[in-house]
């Protein structure tokens, strides 16, 4: 397999970026009311199992924008998922 060249790899990592990124402002909102009813477990849930999909595929392609990318907004699915829960 081929790696993925370099120019198409910062297209990736500037469409992770900005993807990734757009979590943080909810994770703070739910963070800072100490709320979370008006997220959907069921959503995040299925999200989570897709992220971790996206993750092993973009392990398999080695690609750096798809690992870290996914790892992050795995994380920060994850912190949404915990607050769910916490702060029924």
């Given at each position: 397999?081929?790696s993925?060249?370099?120019?198409i790899?910062?297209i990736?990592?500037?469409a ?7 979590f ?6 739910i ?7 008006s997220?959907?477990?069921?959503m995040f849930?299925?999200?989570?199992v897709?992220i971790?999909?996206w993750?092993s595929y973009?392990?398999y392609?080695?690609s ?6 996914n790892?992050?907004t ?6 949404i998922?915990?607050c769910?829960?916490?702060y029924k």
């Open positions: 397999m081929e993925i060249p370099f120019h790899e910062i990736g990592l500037l992770a970026t900005l993807t990734t990124v757009s943080v402002p909810q994770v703070y909102m963070w800072k009311k100490k709320s979370a009813e997220v959907s477990l069921t849930l299925m999200f989570f897709g971790l999909l993750l973009g392990c392609l080695k750096l924008s798809m690992i870290m990318a790892i992050v795995g994380f920060l699915s994850l912190v998922i915990y769910k829960f916490k």
